[in-house]
């Protein structure tokens, strides 16, 4: 500001776009007071807008769809751009859009930049247009400022094309032996929209042979021929069929257009093949009485070669061991027929496969099922169905039942089984039964008197006739058997047959306890003998050795010095006891028994003397048959060799008892203390 005229002035360049006003404030004051002439005054200034931004498409670049053959008109997207000049001042941020490229299919409004469609467009001829929009500013007037962005603009598909085959025909081949279901060839009409407007259905609009069928493949969109039913080469050699094709989803709107669907024509050959034989028929049913005799008819089967050469058939049976056994054909005719007679109770059906089999190419074989039928005759009688236990109680009065009985046949009826019940003619007057028909294949047995007595008879045979309904009618004769019982109303089942059981075998009740009793005795006997053998049995082997063994045993509770405490063992006690055995002789010496006393002390496992006395009894368990032929322990008490007292009877010594002195047994301790008492007594008394 200039402070003595109070002009202001910009001190740089002012951009509107980024502050559009400024706030002053000014006070005028004296130079030779320095005190303010008037208060302070505020002063606003705005920066007038310039054009100097271009405008700007922040969206772009642009990316829309619209249908392919929409009406003239139709929007397609809207583009917008921004100018940041002042919009209220001038022109500058006033926008005009025009459209540089993408006539003359599309165009654009001027002042809202919305684009639409200026013609129908096809998409199968194009289906995308890069359209470019230009945006200026001031109205589009001299000077103005622009920018552009681009537009793609995709076109959409819709259902506008039918579908058109390629060949207006088409040939295939199959083979005679092609099964049902074989592929014969894919037929394929083209669309040219995509998607589901290219989705079709593919018929057979002409087939007078019936013989093929036409799916979709939903992938391919082909349209696949299969075989509906087998073809033979001999009957008709070609055919021809019309295979239509049509959009599985029609736009109503393109129906002006005409129809949208094609036709083409496929002739197929059916090319020839040595083909099995054919029966007349896929499966027979025969029928033959049962107990026909061997040889008989049972039916025919018919194959022929279905080829041009007409080939002879061979005829054959796939045997099991059973088919094998009754039935047979002839390999020419097929003729099947019995082998033997058929029952019909064994079995009333029997299934057969039969061959045909081609005599120049044995390869061709076909097959059919044979079912026969074993037509019935009535040659089984009526029986019992089951062993009836009939009984009668002795008190039975006359005219009570005592048994139903039935029957059953193993013939087969068609107006259903009636059998009829009667006494046998010898047994109807004099029997003690009588039997009632009930005209319902059952029949009641009653007592004819009143009164039974076990001991007169025990049992009583009925012989009842049945006779069935066949033709002709069979009859038989089925033994009732009727036990008499011992009770008064009820029967007690278990009794009665304990008394039919001894009745039997011709024993009285006192008669069996008797027997019953012996055989008791006899297994007491017989356990108690079994018992004692096994005690026997358990006593362990060499009970006289081990009993020796065990006289022989010498317990210490002390502990020795090693194996040099000499004097802790003391071997003479081994020498107290016996082990000579009585089958080796003793030396006949002078009794000294006293000398043999002291010297068996003497004795130790180093002397010469005991050394030999375990050689001897080794030798001795060597040559022994007696001894296990295993390992075994050997214990002996070694009394000393040489002994001048020999034994101690009195009938070996040559000097009576009064010559002897029995002083010592006294110090040969407790156990020889009765001895010692009673030679000391001896000895008084001699005195």
Known sequence: MNEYNGKIYVTQKLDREKKSFYILRAQAINRSTHLPVEPESEFIIKVRDVNDNEPQFLDGPYVATVPEMSPEGTSVTQVTATDADDPSYGNSARLLYSLIQGQPYFSVEPKTGVIRMASQMDRETKDQYLVIIQA???????????????VTINLSDVNDNPPKF???????????????????????AEDSDTGDNAAMDYS??????????????NETQEGIILLKRRVDYESKR???????????????????????????????????????????????????TEGAESGSLVGVVTARDPDVDDSPVRYSIVHSTLLKRLFSINEHNGAIITTEPLDREIASWHNITVTATETRNPEKISEANVYVQVLDVNDNAPEFPKDYETFVCENAVSGQLIQSISAVDQDDSAEGHHFNFSLAQEDANNSHFTVKDNQDNTAGIFTAKSGFRRQEQFFFYLPILIQDNGTPPLTSTNTLTVTVCDCDTEVNTFYCRYGAFMYSLGLSTEALVAVLACILIFLVFFLAIVTIRQQRKKKPPFSEKMEEFRENIVSYDDEGGGEEDTEAFDISALRTRTALRTH????????????????????GPDSAIFRQFISEKLEEANTDPSVPPYDSLQTYAFEGTGSLAGSLSSLGSTSSDMDQSYDYLADWGPHFKQLAGMYSSHTTVGD
């Open 238 to 288: 070609r055919h021809s069929i019309e295979v239509k094709a049509v959009n599985r989803y029609i736009d109503e709107r393109f129906l002006k257009e005409g129809p949208f669907e094609d036709t083409t024509i496929v002739k197929i050959s059916v090319e020839d093949a040595d083909e099995p034989p054919v029966f007349t028929l896929e499966n027979y049913m025969m029928e033959i």
């Open 136 to 150: 200026k500013d001031m109205v589009g007037q001299p000077g103005a400022l622009s920018a552009t962005a681009t």
């Open 166 to 188: 390629q060949q207006r025909l088409y040939y295939m081949s199959v083979s005679e032996e092609a099964p049902v279901g074989t592929t014969v060839g894919r037929v394929f």
């Open 204 to 217: 057979i609009e002409a087939d007078s042979s019936d013989a093929f069928n036409i799916i979709t493949d």
């Open 584 to 603: 080796r002789p003793r030396k006949k010496v002078a009794s000294e028994i006293q000398s043999l006393y002291r010297q068996s002390l003497q004795v």
